[in-house]
């Protein structure tokens, strides 16, 4: 029995994921996915709103291996606050095949901001899903803004697609590249030209900072993994089609917080040549562009 006890509806990662029919180019990156703890030693934060099962760098990276990828981007889960431990153990485990994106708080120190750097950080998350964290203020997050940006980092931003309006000022305020989780988890029950959609497109059309990640289908899908998420595709399509040079894929391992399903990795590999159906496409959002976002140097 480990230190946590594991939520009572927490849903393990898939054991045994298919074997993806897309074959992912040499040097693919996974660019988010996530690790948790293991628990009896990188202990889960006190603030946290949900306990996770364990999943550990080196269950990530057999699951890299196994789906074809080269590296990945891990980004800090809710569930390990503002502890950065766990993920900059599996950085530093990584064979510099890792990247990271951290949660800080607003007097982290120049010195801090150094070490997470040089572990491989190249980012912040701003969390304002409300059944994750409670946000920080506008203005604690300003603060970190201004102190990320001289390490040429960017920013994280998730939230929901309802909230959008009212953090749309905010966002666009930012001060550094700007990377959106999961397209802004759009309501895919609304149409893909309507206007709640068209926001998150004008947010992407109109400030060339702005990137976002095309993952999730299995978060936002109303047809699931036996419809294999298609109702998901026109929205991811036109997002990498339109942005082409500023999106990024990740499998989002180990999938916290799904309720009615666990994802099969391998599934969702296979959704990739839907959303980007060239091979032009596959390979920025593969390669060229987390590689120009995470391996610049
Ligand atoms: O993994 C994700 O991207 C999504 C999450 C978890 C999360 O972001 C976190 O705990 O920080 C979610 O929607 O529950």
């Known amino acids: ?15 045994s994921p298919s074997k993806p ?28 709103k949900y306990t996770p099962c364990d999943a550990s760098k080196d269950q990530l990276w057999a699951l890299r291996d196994y789906l074809g990828f080269s590296r990945n981007v891990i980004v800090q889960a809710t569930c390990h606050g503002a502890d950065n431990r766990a993920l900059v153990d599996a950085l530093n485990h990584s064979n510099g095949m890792a990247r990271g994106v951290a949660t800080v708080k607003a007097d982290i120190t120049d010195e801090e901001l150094q070490a997470l750097h040089a572990a491989g950080v190249r980012g912040v998350r701003f969390n304002f899903v409300k059944r994750l ?16 940006k001289p390490l040429g980092w960017h920013i994280v931003i998730y939230f929901e697609s309802q909230e959008l309006p009212e953090l749309y000022d905010f ?29 998150f497109l004008k947010l992407m059309e109109e400030n060339k900072n702005f990137w976002s990640k095309v993952s999730c ?32 894929w990740g499998t989002d391992w180990p ?17 990739i040549p839907k959303i980007a159906p060239t091979e032009a496409l596959q390979r920025k959002l593969l390669i060229d562009n987390p590689m120009r976002l995470y391996w610049a140097d």
């Open 1 to 15: 029995m480990g230190k946590f006890t594991v939520d009572a509806d927490w849903l393990h990662w898939h054991q």
């Open 255 to 271: 999938h916290p917080n799904m309720k009615n399903h666990m994802p099969d990795d391998g599934h969702l590999v296979d959704v």
């Open 217 to 248: 289908p299995e978060r936002l899908s109303l047809v699931g993994p036996e419809g294999r998420y298609e109702d998901v595709v026109p929205f991811a399509r036109e997002v990498v089609t339109r942005f082409e040079d500023r999106v990024l």
């Open 21 to 48: 029919e897309f074959v992912v180019p040499e040097g693919a990156v996974d660019a988010h996915c996530h690790v948790f703890g293991p628990g009896d030693q990188f202990p889960f934060a006190q603030e946290r």
């Open 133 to 148: 964290v409670d946000a920080l203020p506008f203005d604690s997050l300003g603060t970190i803004a201004e102190k990320i």
């Open 171 to 199: 966002f666009t305020s930012l001060p550094t590249t700007v990377v959106v989780d999961h397209m802004g988890r759009p309501d895919i029950s609304k149409p893909v030209d309507g206007s709640e959609f068209a926001l």
